[in-house]
Each structure stands twice: as C-alpha cells, then as structure tokens.
C-alpha cells in the first residue's frame, strides 16, 4: 500500500509540474481537478449505461401501473411481478448506483494521500501544496482557525460551499421535477425493497456534499466539487428527454 501510495504522489505531483506554468502555486489543486475529470471521463460510460436503465425503467410505468392494479391487495407478489419484469426487460433499479460506486476508491486515494505525514517513509510535501491560501491537506476548522470564516483559508471554503449549494440545489430542482413526473418514483417501496425510503431522500442528498466538503481535507474536498458539478452537467444533458427534465431545468434557470 505504501508503494502505492508513493506512486499515486508522484503522478499528483507529475501533472502539477506540467501545470505549473498556467496555475503556479495552485499547480496541484488543479492537477487534483484534472485527476477528477479523467476519473469522470472513465466513469462515463457507467453513466450512460444508468441513464439508459432509468430510461427503460420509465417506458415500464404502464405495465407496471396495471400489475399494482391486478395485485393491490398483495404487496408480496406485487413487489415479485415487479422485480419479474425487470429481469425480463433487463433492467436493473440499482443501475444508477455504479458511477458512484466506482469514483469511491479515486475519492480514499485522494483523502488518504492528504490525510498522511508521510508517504512511503518521506515527509508527504503535498500537504504543504495550497489553492491560493488554503492547504490542501487542511481542513475548513484548520481555515477558521487561521483567520474566521472570512479570512484568506476561509474564503476558499466559502467559495466552494457556494458551488456546492448551488449544484445541490440545481439538483434538488431537477430530481423532484423528474420524480414527480414519473408515477412509479413515487412508489418506488413496492417495487424494490428499501426504494421508497431512498426516493424520499434522494432529492436531498446532493446537500450532503456540503457537510463532505466541511470535513474533508481540501484536495478531497476539490475532488469532491469537481465531480458533483460534472454529474449535474452530464445528468442534465443525458437525462434532457426524461419526464420532467424540462421542467426541472426550466426551475433551475
């Protein structure tokens, strides 16, 4: 894990020496932004794969409105001839869940990198690399110590909350448009086990990133802002023709 480790460092500091001439001191938070684009860019694919799965899902609203209707007074086979049509159409209600799952361990590498003195036996000289005043291997509390909410650290933070918000609520706007939109969100518990509970909340995950942010070290936190400003960007064009993505964009303006 160490040689690992050491490895992932020298590739971090490799692209920040090739940025070095358009960002200087901040070569590294924007070799930590360049890193999280390539991961977006591998990612992709999982992406349009989850859009794809929710867009069948959707066409199956009228089969799955008369199942609800054969077996209203049956939750158990209700919930059986709903996950039978899936696997017949090969659809998956889960399907969403990989992008997110595979930018995990690109998130740890990046956290653990910047949460570590030292790296395979060497002081980590990363952790002394800023954006403008903040380092990166600092925290917000680090930010409000050295100067309050306002100072030079602060600003950073506060800078990165606002992009935060702002996406999170582009987000919320969207998912409640598109869920309302779409009869079978609202019934998603009858469908798969634990999925109505997860419709209920998921507009609102997106503002949980603020606190991810608040808590982090700053290369894991620019990790972090980068990638959920890239999933509002490509969820918005790749799910653009989905129930309601008008509509939601439309609030969001």
Not at 144 to 156: H, K, P, S
Request: charged share 15%.
């Amino acid at each position: 894990m160490s040689a690992f480790m050491s490895l992932f460092a020298g590739l971090v500091e490799h692209i920040a020496d090739l940025l070095d001439p358009f960002f200087h001191a901040s070569a590294t938070a924007a070799a930590i932004v360049l890193f999280t684009a390539c991961v977006r860019l591998l990612v992709h694919p999982l992406s349009r794969a989850a859009a794809r799965g929710q867009k069948a899902r959707a066409k199956l609203s009228p089969q799955i409105a008369e199942l609800r209707k054969k077996h209203a007074k049956n939750p158990e086979k209700l919930q059986q001839a709903v996950l039978e049509l899936h696997r017949k159409e090969q659809v998956s209600p889960l399907s969403g869940c990989l992008p997110s799952l595979f930018q995990l361990p690109a998130f740890f590498l990046l956290y653990h990198l910047f949460s570590s003195s030292s790296i395979g036996g060497e002081a980590n000289a990363l952790l002394g690399h800023t954006l403008f005043a903040a380092p990166l291997g600092g925290r917000w509390t680090d930010a409000l110590a050295e100067g309050g909410v306002f100072g030079a650290q602060g600003l950073v933070y506060v800078t990165l909350f606002v992009i935060v918000a702002a996406v999170a609520t582009f987000n919320y706007r969207r998912t409640k448009a598109q869920m309302a939109a779409t009869p079978q969100a609202q019934t998603g518990d009858q469908q798969v086990p634990g999925m109505g509970a997860i419709a209920k909340v998921m507009p609102l995950m997106s503002f949980m990133t603020l606190f991810t942010v608040a808590v982090v070290p700053l290369a894991a936190a620019l990790y972090v802002v980068t990638s959920t400003t890239w999933s509002a960007v490509e969820r918005a064009v790749l799910y653009r023709d989905m129930p309601g993505g008008a509509a939601a964009l439309a609030a969001a303006a």
